[in-house]
């Protein structure tokens, strides 16, 4: 399965410790080198920084061959995470910027970002869903409230 992420997912999974989720999902992840870059840039926060320092081998970065110029609309770790998954044929994007998340469904990719990854880490019982959202509330991380509450839901104690 080809898997390639953008910033904003690892960025957060990082933040929450929760990181170590996407091996466990998927084995290896793919990210453009526009990804790695904004994750090593100064305002990364420092402890994504401190992460990438001993990158996981887990953690793949590709560099994209041929740019698809109709994506230039998108910022460029969007563009190129849409331009990798076209060349290698992923699998899953994991995307949660709306303008990304639309164009590439509108490709025909599967998509999934932050908050679907902790559902799937719950249903595989990776972790305690309410625990890591109360992290993830911690953070800048925006979310609607009615999504938020519905997956919260799912994981009430019965």
Known sequence: MIVIADTTPINYL???????????????????????????STPAPDKVRQWLTTCPDWLVVKAVQQA?????????????????????????LILDESRGRQTARSRGFNITGTIGLLDRAGAQGLIDVPATIARLRQ???RISPQLLEALLDRYKPS
Request: hydrophobic share 50%.
């Open 14 to 40: 990082v933040l929450i410790d929760q990181i170590q989720i996407l091996p466990k999902l998927f084995g290896q992840i793919v990210i453009p080198q526009a990804v790695l870059r904004e994750l090593q």
């Open 139 to 141: 953070t800048r991380f």
């Open 68 to 92: 698809d110029l109709t994506l230039t609309i998108l910022d460029e770790r969007e563009g190129e995470v849409i331009s990798l998954a076209q060349e290698l044929k992923a699998d899953l």
